[in-house]
């Protein structure tokens, strides 16, 4: 495995890299990541370019072992360009344009835009595309970042309209899809079609969906034009962008598919709290300065499906930041407890944000791996610690990372979902955490994949909610129980068809036959409201959300007085079980008992464990000691450390 840092060289006199070289060289740290924010360094005006400090930062650290990660620097458009062509600005969902002076202030679909990102980009692969200390690039920089994932700009509308061109080929095919006669809204032409913002109360949650899906497939394509000129340039180096873990908005999976691997940006003090009214993890003693290993735990797990492989952390958090809504300072021990996280998870490659505290701008309240002073902060101390334990981590590292149970994951399931809800703290990444949580807690391994993957090494695969249907899943999920997969399906399995109407067919539409049952009812449950279960394998109450179902090829599992909400069908050499209420942690941990998915690790709470091959990997996210069951092994870990246990 490898380290890195990301550097920015042009926030500090040049006379004081190489002290920076060495110390890096020192904690062991054999990558820098550079440029992504540089655009107006190496271009200052339309026609100038720089290229001597960024030649010179290349070849310094070259000369101490370390190679450059180039960020191309798409997120940051210089004032020159914004001011000359004001048409490249992101267009928010009031219609507003974006001011210059933050960032990610573009537009993915501008005509201009995408021409001279095309030249900078390509200008610096044809510098730097053969330099032997470079080894690869990050494509622009945490795409929908800033709020800048969904555009409103004429060109936004007009690529819109020829997205749904390729989709729907003919207008009134449109129509029926979206239901537009509803409220009167059928369409004559394409062009009549507007982007659903914020003037529209009401849009129609089929036009919004569609609307979510091209703006994806715009950040989509505006990375393959990028990728398309890197590889023509340097076809020997590495591609990738950071992602922000469980950020709701783009398609990771679509993202991921053309880059070598995929790679992240882990702040475990930031990100839970964005995602903390999505997901709502409130049952540990975590300690204070740790963040949320379960939340954080769940985006390592897509970041692995994304590509079945492991992945980079491309800005690892190394002390306090400025962003989430407390920023506690990371006391020693904590940014290796994170680091050995994201190891256990899957990444091979751990990159710190950032090298030295800056003193500029929008984040000199964040920390880095060295002071504002120049001198070592925490995360340096750690990362000497890191390198004590060098050997270990990179023998972890390479162990196989395999699951049993892979969770099926669909942004249209979430963004569907998120449009219409029904109740109003429904949540698809909730649902998804639920089933994800309840076998994190016995210590199981589990990745989140989408429809693509390669089912084959799991026993188990959950659908927490697998709402909208395409025949494609219906065939995949068929093939992988008939070959002898367990399969479990959860509540509004099958309710909507590709387009977001509600299958006309019984319910569960299209996977009624792979169920072997019909849904006859549904209905949220208010909080105070829970029904008893019979059952022989799980037991306590159904509640939050209810179905029942009548079963035609399918056995009930579990009944409450009004009828079936469990049923297992036997499909070829496998099964399917459909989940007619949102379980409880206890209940999830049953069935799965009774599927033969179990752990012999005893965890308190607190206490993270993953399995990478032989090995236990036993992370503390407490203040206090905890003790841990590994079969007939007991094993302590003093707070806020790390145990790795061959078994
Ligand atoms: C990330 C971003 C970095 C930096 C960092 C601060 O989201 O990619 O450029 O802003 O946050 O924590």
Redesign the pocket.
């Known amino acids: 495995m490898r380290f890195g840092i990301?550097y920015y060289p042009e926030h500090w006199p040049p006379e004081r890299w190489e002290a920076d070289a060495q110390l890096m060289q020192q904690a062991g740290i054999t990558l820098i990541r550079v440029a992504?924010?540089a655009w107006s360094v190496i271009q200052p005006t339309a026609d100038q370019y720089e290229w001597q400090w960024l030649d010179d930062v290349i070849a310094l650290f070259g000369r101490y072992g370390i190679d450059t990660m180039i960020g191309t620097p798409t997120a940051t458009p210089p004032i020159w360009l914004t001011r000359q062509h004001p048409d490249i600005l992101h267009v928010d969902s009031n219609l507003q344009p974006r001011e210059h002076g933050g960032r990610k202030h573009y537009c993915p679909n501008s005509p201009t835009y995408r021409a001279h990102s095309h030249t900078i980009v390509t200008k610096m692969v044809e510098r730097y595309g053969q330099h032997p200390h470079v080894v690869g690039w990050q494509i622009d920089?945490?795409f929908g970042?800033s709020n800048s994932a969904r555009c409103y700009c004429t060109h936004c509308e007009a690529a819109f309209h020829q997205w749904l061109r390729e989709r729907y080929s003919a207008i009134a095919t449109l129509n029926e899809a979206w239901g537009a006669v509803f409220w009167s809204q059928t369409y004559s032409e394409w062009a009549q079609i507007p982007l659903p913002s914020d003037n529209n109360p009401r849009p129609n949650p089929s036009h919004k969906l569609d609307y979510y899906r091209f703006a994806s497939d715009s950040f989509v394509s505006y990375q393959a034009e990028q990728i398309a000129i890197l590889r023509t340039h340097a076809p020997h180096h590495v591609v990738t962008h950071?992602y922000?873990g469980l950020f709701p908005e783009l398609d990771c999976f679509d993202l991921a598919r053309p880059l070598d691997f995929a790679a992240w940006?882990n702040?475990p003090t930031?990100f839970p709290d964005q995602w903390r009214d999505m997901i709502d993890d409130t049952q540990a003693n975590y300690a204070y300065d740790v963040g949320d290993p379960g939340v954080m735990g769940l985006a390592h797990a897509l970041m692995y499906g994304l590509k079945q492989r492991p992945y980079w952390v491309m800005?690892q958090?190394c002390g306090h930041?400025?962003?989430g809504k407390m920023n506690p300072r990371s006391r020693p021990g904590t940014p290796r407890l994170w680091t050995w996280h994201a190891v256990a998870e899957g990444a091979d490659t751990i990159v710190y944000?950032?090298w030295r505290a800056t003193v500029l701008a929008?984040?000199n309240y964040?920390s880095g791996l060295l002071k504002q002073d120049g001198t070592p902060d925490v995360g340096y101390r750690d990362l000497l610690m890191l390198q004590q334990e060098r050997a270990l981590l990179d023998e972890t590292a390479a162990q196989p990372n395999a699951a049993a149970v892979a969770i099926l994951f669909s942004y249209d399931d979430l963004w569907a979902q998120e449009l219409q809800p029904h109740r109003h703290d429904w949540h698809y990444l909730q649902a998804i955490y639920n089933w994800y949580d309840a076998l994190r807690r016995q210590g199981i391994n589990v990745h989140l994949v989408n429809d693509t993957a390669d089912l084959a090494p799991y026993s188990t695969l959950i659908a927490p909610s697998a709402h909208i249907v395409t025949d494609p899943l219906v065939a995949k999920l068929t093939e992988y129980a008939q070959k002898g997969g367990t399969v479990i399906l959860g509540v509004r399995s099958g309710f909507k068809t590709e387009s977001n109407r509600v299958t006309e067919r019984p319910l569960p539409g299209q996977l009624r036959d792979l169920v072997g049952a019909t849904v006859v009812d549904w209905s949220p449950l208010p909080d105070n409201v829970t029904v008893t279960l019979s059952c022989n394998i799980l037991s306590g109450t159904a509640g939050y959300w209810l179905e029942h179902l009548e079963t035609e090829t399918a056995e009930a599992v579990a009944t409450t007085a009004d009828g079936t909400v469990l049923t297992r069908n036997q499909v070829g050499d496998g099964q399917l079980f459909y989940v007619g209420w949102w379980p409880t942690s206890g209940q999830i941990q049953d069935l799965m008992a009774h599927l033969g998915v179990t752990s012999d690790v005893l965890l308190p709470a607190g206490v993270v464990h993953k399995r990478r091959g032989e090995r236990s990997i036993l992370l503390n996210f407490t203040d206090q000691v905890q003790v841990v069951h590994l079969g007939d092994r007991v094993v302590s870990i003093a707070p806020r450390d790390v145990a790795v246990v061959t078994r």
């Open positions: 990301c992504e924010f920089n945490e970042e950071n922000m940006d702040y930031g800005e958090q930041i400025n962003w944000f950032r929008h984040e964040h």
